[in-house]
């Protein structure tokens, strides 16, 4: 029960000498106390407290107001719900005001066992909380030591059976290293050649660094290939910003790119690298992102600022790995050989005869009726011990084909009763005898008899499946019939009583067998089937048959019905059937026989099955004029822009008044094919203007007239506007549309776009005419073209400033081409990457990349027909296309 003592509140009382005590009833007390004080008063009152009232009362009068507020502080400390409430509410603020240092102390065991608790009761929280910062670098980690795994196991195996790799496996035992580990050190050769450090957002170059006797291309335009490349593979296939191409492969070179939060360390090896040079390498990049973070973050150009990054690079490029040239050691592969032989020999006898035998074990312990306890193998004999079922398999045989010698075998078998259902099966057979009618057999590891047989036997059977209980399989004799006479008589009444209680109109109340007779009783409804009848073909004697009914109307509808046609007498445009137990009419019939059937449905509701009257239609002349009324009202209520108010018949005429929008269809013209005559059709309708998309649009379309470029649609119940259109033309349709809003409807000029202006057109046709050229089989543009592209690039920028003012966006469509030599595949593939290149490049100068999309024509789209020098050199270009969105 909860309590409703007030929360603890501490009184401020007014610095005062008023103490709140009624003096005068103070004065008063303490008067007749002192004139009524009797030192006897207690012995005087037997059975009466012994303290006085008025002492009483005088406690109340001068410490009432304290006894009362200790009561409610005792009582609000006694519940423990109010108590936390109360505490609750001045918590915060205490809080608030503690010393940081005094309450984090404080609440630090609290908040370190209240942590505690949670991660045992939940674990899965903190890993939820942990798995987005862990998971990457796990899956990185795992990944790499797989690699490094596989690595190691692919060279193994590959110079597991090799003249190196018994030459290897000899060394390992020698110096005491593994196997694996001697195998990577002679296999894995290589070289680091080339090391580039790439700024992450520009794709300059910061620093490069090339081992002795390795040559190599401009490393500035490596670098910008390389950054071409990552944003290539990133844009064709959508990859996230995150993702970065890690390793390239061209015959022996390898390219390793490992990234960082500001610049990408590609590193070029020459061989076949261990997967453990991927830590030196970004043991490398992580120590100069430590070393250098903020000038790489801010990195420019200039190089300055990072001169000892060559330094930390230099380590790189000095892992190498060259081809140890030690002698084979010949002649102790030749001592080790003449000893395994013979002793590889001898074991491999005796593991095939250990095989052979283990085969026979195992080919004994599937057999039924047989467990072997114990074998094994010594000096060369077999021995095994165990149970064997008199009835399974013999051992001595099943070592046939084996190619065991039996005279190697010694074996010692016990006899004992399997508990096997075959095994069950065949004592069973042998002990019950069972009689031809009967059938045995095993269904689910279970016996089980099936057919007739004489109570005698069955009394046995149930015997014999008390024994099996006890721990072999059931024996199931539920499925044999009794096939004595008195069996067979009650069968043979209980097929009849069933086929009875299946009867409609029949209902058994009572039904026994008794010395011999069949006894029954009951309800039968006169249209039912003759119970006497229904004797026929259950093999029961009628003459043993005693019955009693009394007949009833059944509530099957089948009755029902068949009582309906008789006292209704329907015409034959009318049907009766039933339907879902329900009796249904349909049909034409005259309103005197409807009125019939209506109340014959009513006395059927009393309890029996629904008479549903309601398909069957009134053929009287009022009646068909109706009908047709209301089918004229519902072909105008279905018209778009007619609203029907009101509608009503009366004295053979027809009134209707409503709403029309002009633009609508004329009531008049759809009283066509109605069957009503429009001379008894009273009408009167209102002029309005349908807020339906369809008359919308017409009422645009001839108040704002738009130009032919532009096409007004209904898409949803939306009016939506497409197409090029003047500025002009587009605020009063942005008016129009206004004005539709506060009518609940919306013209959407979204896909609506201004005319182009003059000087973005001719600033567009400058660009289109522009190409990049390049040399045979070169996907970058030689030093000629570069002149070039730092007018398209400004170019570029130009167009873009000038379609944001004008409320458009541009984008540029760079499309690489290739002449006619070489193969079709190499054609689009070069084609692309000079569309690429140049991206890139036009990217390096400036242009947003978001505005440059690429792809590569091959040679399908050739600017000249390829029948001379010229146009082999006119087809190998970059051109742009200028797209206004």
């Given at each position: 029960?909860t309590?409703?003592?007030?929360?603890?509140?501490?009184p401020?009382?007014?610095a005062?000498?008023?103490?709140?005590?009624d003096?005068e009833?103070?004065?008063?007390?303490?008067?007749?106390?002192a004139?009524?004080?009797?030192?006897?008063?207690?012995?005087?009152?037997?059975?009466?407290?012994?303290?006085?009232?008025?002492?009483?009362?005088?406690?109340?009068?001068?410490v009432?107001?304290e006894?009362?507020?200790l009561?409610?502080?005792?009582?609000?400390?006694?519940?423990?719900?109010?108590?936390?409430?109360?505490?609750?509410g001045?918590l915060?603020?205490?809080?608030?005001?503690?010393?940081?240092?005094?309450?984090?102390?404080?609440?630090?065991?609290?908040?370190?066992?209240?942590?505690q608790?949670?991660?045992?009761?939940?674990?899965?929280?903190?890993?939820d909380?942990?798995?987005?910062?862990?998971?990457?670098?796990?899956?990185?980690?795992?990944?790499?030591?797989?690699?490094?795994?596989?690595q190691?196991?692919?060279?193994?195996?590959?110079?597991?059976f090799?003249w190196?790799?018994?030459?290897?496996?000899?060394?390992?035992?020698?110096?005491?290293?593994?196997?694996?580990e001697?195998?990577l050190?002679?296999?894995?050769?290589?070289?680091?050649?080339?090391?580039?450090?790439?700024?992450?957002?520009?794709g300059?170059?910061?620093?490069?660094?090339?081992?002795?006797?390795?040559?190599?291309?401009?490393?500035q335009l490596?670098?910008?290939?390389?950054?071409?490349?990552q944003?290539?593979?990133?844009?064709?296939?959508?990859?996230?910003?995150?993702?970065?191409?890690?390793?390239?492969?061209?015959g022996?070179l390898?390219?390793w790119?490992?990234?960082?939060?500001?610049?990408?360390l590609?590193?070029?090896?020459?061989?076949?690298?261990?997967?453990?040079?991927?830590?030196?390498?970004?043991?490398?990049?992580l120590?100069?992102?430590?070393?250098?973070?903020?000038?790489l973050?801010?990195?420019d150009?200039?190089?300055?600022?990072?001169?000892?990054?060559?330094?930390?690079?230099?380590?790189?490029?000095?892992?190498?790995?060259?081809?140890?040239?030690?002698?084979f050691?010949?002649?102790v592969?030749?001592?080790?050989?003449?000893v395994?032989?013979?002793?590889?020999?001898?074991f491999?006898?005796?593991?095939?005869?250990?095989?052979?035998?283990?085969?026979?074990?195992?080919?004994?312990?599937?057999?039924?009726?047989?467990?072997?306890?114990?074998?094994?193998?010594?000096?060369?004999?077999?021995?095994?011990?165990?149970?064997?079922?008199?009835?399974a398999?013999?051992?001595?045989?099943?070592?046939?084909?084996?190619?065991?010698?039996?005279?190697?075998?010694?074996?010692?078998?016990?006899?004992?009763?399997?508990?096997?259902?075959?095994?069950?099966?065949?004592?069973?057979?042998?002990?019950?005898?069972?009689?031809?009618?009967?059938r045995?057999?095993?269904?689910n590891?279970?016996?089980?008899?099936?057919?007739e047989?004489p109570?005698?036997?069955?009394?046995?059977a149930r015997?014999?499946?008390?024994?099996?209980?006890?721990?072999?399989p059931e024996?199931?004799?539920?499925?044999?019939?009794?096939?004595?006479?008195?069996?067979?008589?009650?069968?043979?009444w209980?097929?009849?009583?069933?086929?009875?209680?299946?009867?409609p109109?029949?209902?058994?109340?009572?039904q026994?067998?008794?010395?011999?007779?069949?006894?029954?009783?009951?309800?039968?409804?006169?249209l039912?089937?003759?119970?006497?009848?229904?004797?026929?073909?259950?093999?029961?004697?009628?003459a043993?048959v005693?019955s009693?009914?009394?007949?009833?109307?059944?509530?099957?509808?089948k009755?029902?019905?068949?009582?309906?046609?008789?006292?209704?007498?329907p015409?034959?445009?009318?049907?009766?059937?039933?339907?879902?137990?329900r009796?249904?009419?349909?049909?034409?019939?005259?309103?005197?026989?409807?009125?019939?059937?209506?109340?014959?449905?009513?006395?059927?509701?009393?309890?029996?099955?629904?008479?549903?009257?309601?398909?069957?239609?009134?053929?009287?002349?009022?009646?068909?004029?109706?009908e047709?009324?209301?089918?004229?009202v519902?072909?105008l209520?279905?018209?778009?822009?007619?609203i029907?108010?009101?509608?009503?018949?009366?004295?053979?005429?027809?009134?209707?008044?409503?709403?029309?929008?002009?633009?609508a269809?004329?009531?008049?013209?759809?009283?066509?094919?109605?069957?009503?005559?429009?001379?008894?059709?009273?009408?009167?309708?209102?002029?309005?203007?349908?807020?339906?998309?369809?008359?919308?649009?017409?009422?645009l379309?001839a108040?704002?007239?738009?130009?032919d470029?532009?096409?007004?649609s209904?898409?949803?119940?939306?009016?939506v506007?497409?197409?090029?259109?003047p500025?002009?033309?587009?605020?009063?349709?942005r008016?129009?549309?206004?004005?539709?809003?506060?009518d609940?409807?919306?013209?959407e000029?979204?896909?609506?776009?201004?005319?182009?202006?003059?000087?973005?057109?001719?600033?567009?046709?400058?660009?289109?005419?522009?190409?990049?050229?390049?040399?045979s089989?070169?996907?970058?543009?030689g030093?000629?073209?570069?002149?070039?592209l730092?007018?398209?690039a400004?170019?570029?920028?130009?167009?873009?400033k000038?379609?944001?003012?004008?409320?458009?966006?541009?984008?540029?469509?760079l499309?690489?081409?290739s002449?006619?030599?070489?193969?079709?595949?190499?054609?689009?593939?070069?084609?692309?990457?000079?569309?690429?290149?140049?991206r890139?490049?036009?990217?390096?100068?400036?242009?947003?990349?978001?505005?440059?999309?690429?792809?590569?024509?091959?040679?399908?789209?050739?600017a000249?027909?390829?029948?001379?020098?010229?146009?082999?050199?006119?087809?190998?270009r970059?051109?742009?296309?200028?797209?206004?969105?």
């Open positions: 029960m309590s409703t003592v007030d929360p603890i509140s501490l401020q009382r007014a005062s000498n008023d103490t709140e005590i003096r009833a103070l004065a008063s007390l303490l008067i007749e106390i004139r009524n004080v009797d030192p006897d008063y207690r012995a005087r009152f037997d059975g009466v407290p012994t303290v006085d009232p008025r002492m009483e009362t005088l406690r109340q009068l001068l009432g107001r006894i009362s507020e009561s409610r502080i005792t009582h609000l400390l006694d519940e423990p719900e109010q108590l936390a409430a109360a505490v609750g001045v915060p603020s205490a809080a608030a005001r503690a010393p940081h240092a005094q309450l984090g102390e404080a609440l630090a065991p609290a908040v370190e066992r209240a942590v608790r949670s991660i045992q009761k939940s674990p899965r929280t903190l890993t909380i942990l798995y987005p910062v862990f998971l990457p670098a796990i899956r990185k980690s795992i990944g790499e030591k797989i690699d490094q795994t596989f190691s196991l692919n060279e193994t195996l590959r110079h597991i090799t190196h790799g018994l030459k290897w496996r000899f060394e390992a035992w020698r110096t005491g290293a593994s196997f694996s001697v195998v050190k002679h296999s894995l050769v290589y070289r680091v050649e080339h090391v580039f450090l790439i700024n992450r957002n520009s300059l170059l910061i620093a490069h660094v090339t081992a002795d006797n390795a040559t190599s291309e401009d490393p490596i670098s910008s290939m390389l950054s071409a490349i944003d290539f593979v990133k844009d064709s296939f959508n990859e996230k910003e995150q993702s970065s191409l890690d390793t390239i492969r061209f022996e390898r390219l790119s490992e990234v960082g939060p500001f610049a990408t590609v590193a070029v090896i020459r061989g076949n690298p261990p997967e453990e040079l991927h830590e030196i390498i970004r043991d490398v990049l120590r100069i992102h430590d070393e250098c973070s903020q000038a973050e801010q990195f150009g200039d190089s300055s600022q990072l001169a000892g990054v060559e330094t930390q690079l230099q380590t790189c490029v000095e892992l190498k790995q060259e081809e140890s040239n030690q002698g050691p010949w002649l592969v030749a001592a080790v050989l003449l395994l032989i013979p002793a590889g020999g001898w491999f006898l005796s593991w095939q005869s250990g095989q052979r035998w283990q085969a026979y074990v195992s080919r004994l312990g599937t057999q039924p009726g047989i467990i072997v306890a114990e074998q094994k193998v010594r000096d060369g004999q077999f021995y095994i011990a165990g149970l064997r079922d008199p009835l398999a013999d051992p001595q045989s099943l070592l046939a084909g084996t190619q065991v010698d039996p005279a190697r075998v010694h074996s010692r078998w016990q006899f004992y009763q399997s508990l096997d259902p075959e095994f069950v099966l065949k004592r069973l057979t042998a002990s019950l005898v069972p009689p031809d009618s009967v045995l057999s095993i269904v590891d279970r016996i089980v008899a099936e057919g047989a109570d005698t036997w069955i009394d046995r015997a014999a499946a008390q024994q099996l209980s006890a721990g072999g024996f199931d004799i539920s499925r044999v019939r009794d096939v004595s006479p008195e069996t067979r008589a009650v069968e043979h209980q097929a009849y009583v069933s086929r009875l209680e299946a009867q109109g029949i209902i058994i109340a009572q026994t067998a008794r010395g011999g007779h069949f006894y029954i009783s009951g309800l039968r409804d006169p039912a089937a003759d119970p006497q009848a229904l004797l026929s073909g259950t093999e029961v004697d009628p043993r005693h009693q009914w009394q007949f009833y109307q059944s509530l099957d509808p009755f029902v019905l068949k009582r309906l046609m008789v006292s209704l007498t015409p034959k445009s009318v049907r009766l059937s039933i339907v879902n137990d009796i249904v009419a349909e049909g034409e019939a005259p309103d005197t026989w409807i009125d019939r059937a209506r109340a014959a449905a009513r006395q059927l509701s009393a309890g029996g099955p629904e008479f549903d009257i309601s398909k069957v239609r009134d053929v009287s002349p009022e009646a068909r004029a109706a047709h009324w209301q089918t004229y519902s072909r209520e279905a018209q778009a822009g007619i029907v108010a009101q509608q009503t018949a009366r004295g053979g005429h027809f009134y209707i008044s409503g709403l029309r929008d002009p633009q269809a004329d009531p008049k013209a759809l009283l066509s094919g109605t069957g009503v005559d429009p001379a008894r059709v009273h009408s009167q309708w209102q002029f309005y203007q349908s807020l339906d998309p369809k008359f919308v649009v017409k009422r379309m108040s704002l007239t738009p130009p470029s532009v096409r007004l209904i898409i949803k119940d939306r009016i506007a497409q197409g090029e259109a500025a002009a033309w587009i605020d009063r349709a008016v129009a549309a206004q004005q539709l809003s506060a609940g409807l919306s013209l000029l979204s896909e609506l776009r201004e005319l182009t202006p003059p000087q973005l057109t001719h600033l567009r046709e400058a660009i289109q005419a522009v190409n990049i050229f390049f040399d089989g070169k996907a970058v543009p030093p000629e073209q570069l002149p070039v730092h007018k398209l400004n170019q570029l920028k130009e167009l873009a000038d379609a944001r003012k004008a409320g458009v966006t541009a984008q540029f469509m499309t690489g081409h002449d006619e030599t070489g193969r079709e595949t190499a054609k689009l593939s070069i084609s692309a990457a000079r569309a690429e290149t140049v890139a490049l036009l990217k390096k100068r400036g242009v947003d990349p978001e505005l440059l999309l690429v792809r590569g024509a091959g040679t399908f789209e050739p000249e027909i390829e029948n001379s020098r010229t146009g082999n050199s006119a087809n190998r970059v051109s742009v296309t200028v797209n206004f969105h």
